[in-house]
């Protein structure tokens, strides 16, 4: 347990605060950096591989932080 909580308490507990789970919420900043670099002009397969490496690596973070 880390943060006082298991993990199913952690993401009911951060669902309700923030009205996402975890992992949605990871997905929908991902997406939104996506969408900005985007209109900044970054290349499509460049956006694509930097945005999926790192929704990879955010979502790994957040589960060994829970499982722990």
Do not use: C
């Not at 006082?4 to 789970?21: A, E, P, Q, S």
């Not at 919420?25 to 991902?30: A, M, S, T, Y």
């Not at 979502?59 to 499982?67: D, K, M, P």
Request: aromatic letters at 10%; hydrophobic letters at 40%.
């Amino acid at each position: 347990q880390r943060f006082g909580m298991g993990k199913y308490k952690f993401i009911r507990w951060f669902k309700k605060h923030v009205g996402l789970t975890p992992y949605d919420f990871i997905i929908l900043n991902r997406v939104l950096l996506g969408q900005k670099m985007i209109r900044e002009g970054k290349p499509l397969t460049e956006t694509a591989v930097d945005t999926a490496s790192t929704i990879k690596a955010t979502s790994q973070i957040i589960s060994n932080a829970l499982s722990a």
